[in-house]
């Protein structure tokens, strides 16, 4: 099979599961504060328990564009095999942080190895995968994101069944073994994207470090693409972040009820999403050239009255509505910008513009996470909600207008 037809999509089906873990372990901490905080008391303090979130996100926003380079410069077999171990192996020490510090350190080292993987494994993808299935092979590698996001919310349930370091430790080893498996199954692709590289291969390296990133800032689409996926970034970072406490409050219900019903219909739907959108890019691609562009419109399209009805609706039927709305629409788009890149950078500098766009969404993310933090105090969160439909308006106008690809796969030629 490695030599094989079948190979490229034992890549996604390999990668998928990294791309679980890598969710996972992130969001497990956020829901298992309550019983931390009774063996580490600096948890009990809201701000604290910010900080240990915070600065996750601001260095794996700052190493995103610096992974993204390294993915284009090494093998990314090895990159991801060690991104994974690396990440692995500090969920299983934080099994045994008996202090606030400790956790902090932990955390900062987890923001550094999980952005090592992800603009290397969607380049991987990109480049095992043609016209023909690429858009499909990254929506089935991003259900892995959302099924892991979705399995971290769990985390509370292991911890009170068990333990939260037994927790911690055991999803710890669970990483830890899997990056074995990688070993034995996954290779690297030649960036030329005719041959499978073997363990002794490497790919080659540019003389210039930074010839990469400045061809990227040459690059006019790249920086459409860059602009529409930032923007694009704020109605999901705050569905995210604050759509529990959106439903809480838009449907009377405690937070128990809301934060479940919340992840799960963004995630199911975000599932399907993924899969329609994948299947229609593909599919769409071959008859015109904008197929991808126009896939990912439509589902950017999909969330705008999904955001207005998620800020002023206050029924069971419209709030969920406008959730399973903004999924599929999410989804389309999520499994599409791969794809367009695609269409605009080559093939060598994939994984940095990547890294790029994923460090502006993160904080871009940090952003919206904050302001909405301060419309939830003064009361105005579903109208902030609400207002996000014209951002996404301005994004899908720009989007439309400026990308005109002329081929499926870019290539210097």
């Keep these: 099979m490695k030599q094989g037809k079948n190979y490229p999509w034992l890549v996604v089906a390999l990668l998928l599961v990294v791309a679980l873990l890598n969710y996972m372990d992130r969001q497990m901490l956020s829901v298992m504060k309550p019983a931390m905080e009774v063996n580490i008391a600096e948890l009990k303090s809201a701000t604290n328990f910010g900080y240990l979130m915070a600065v996750f996100l601001w260095i794996y926003g700052l190493m995103s564009p610096v992974s993204g380079i390294i993915a284009d410069r090494l093998n990314r077999k090895w990159l991801i095999v060690c991104s994974l171990f690396v990440w692995s192996g500090v969920t299983f020490a934080m099994g045994y942080a008996a202090t606030f510090n400790q956790l902090y350190i932990l955390r900062a080292v987890m923001g550094i190895s999980e952005a090592l993987y992800i603009p290397a494994g969607l380049s991987l993808i990109a480049d095992f995968h043609t016209a023909k299935s690429r858009s499909l092979a990254v929506g089935v590698h991003m259900t892995g994101l959302y099924v892991g996001q979705a399995l971290g919310g769990f985390g ?11 927790t911690f430790q055991t999803f710890g080893v669970v990483g830890m073994v899997y990056s074995v498996i990688l070993i034995m199954f996954l290779k690297e692709k030649d960036k030329t994207g005719d ?11 540019n003389k210039n470090l930074f010839k990469g990133l400045a061809a990227l800032i040459g690059n006019k689409a790249f920086w459409v693409i860059l602009f529409y996926f930032a923007v694009s970034s704020l109605p999901g970072w705050a ?20 934060g479940p019903l919340s992840t799960i219909t963004i995630a199911v739907s975000s599932f399907v999403g993924v899969i329609m959108g994948g299947l229609l890019s593909d599919k769409w691609v071959h008859k015109n050239k904008k197929g991808r562009v126009f896939t990912s419109a439509i589902g950017l399209s999909l969330t705008i009255p999904a955001l207005l009805l998620m800020g002023f609706g206050h029924s069971l039927i419209f709030v969920v509505g406008a959730g399973i709305c903004f999924g599929l629409g999410y989804g389309m788009f999520d499994a599409n910008n791969m794809p367009i890149l ?3 950078v080559p093939v060598k500098n994939r994984a940095t513009a990547y890294g ?11 952003f919206i996470t904050d302001r909405l933090g301060k419309s939830s105090d003064a009361g105005s969160l579903g109208a902030d909600f609400a207002m996000l439909a014209a951002v996404v308006l301005i994004a899908l106008a720009v989007q439309l207008y400026f990308l005109q690809p002329a081929h499926d796969e870019y ?3």
């Design 195 to 205: 041959t499978q590289l073997t363990v002794a291969q490497q790919p080659k390296q």
């Design 239 to 258: 569905t995210k972040n604050w759509l529990p406490t959106l439903f809480a409050q838009n449907l009377h219900i405690d937070m128990a009820t809301a």
């Design 356 to 366: 790029i766009m994923n460090m502006t969404g993160v904080f871009f993310g940090a």
């Design 156 to 166: 509370a349930t292991a911890a009170a069944a068990f333990s939260w370091q037994a």
């Design 411 to 413: 290539t210097d030629a």
């Design 342 to 344: 695609c269409q605009f």
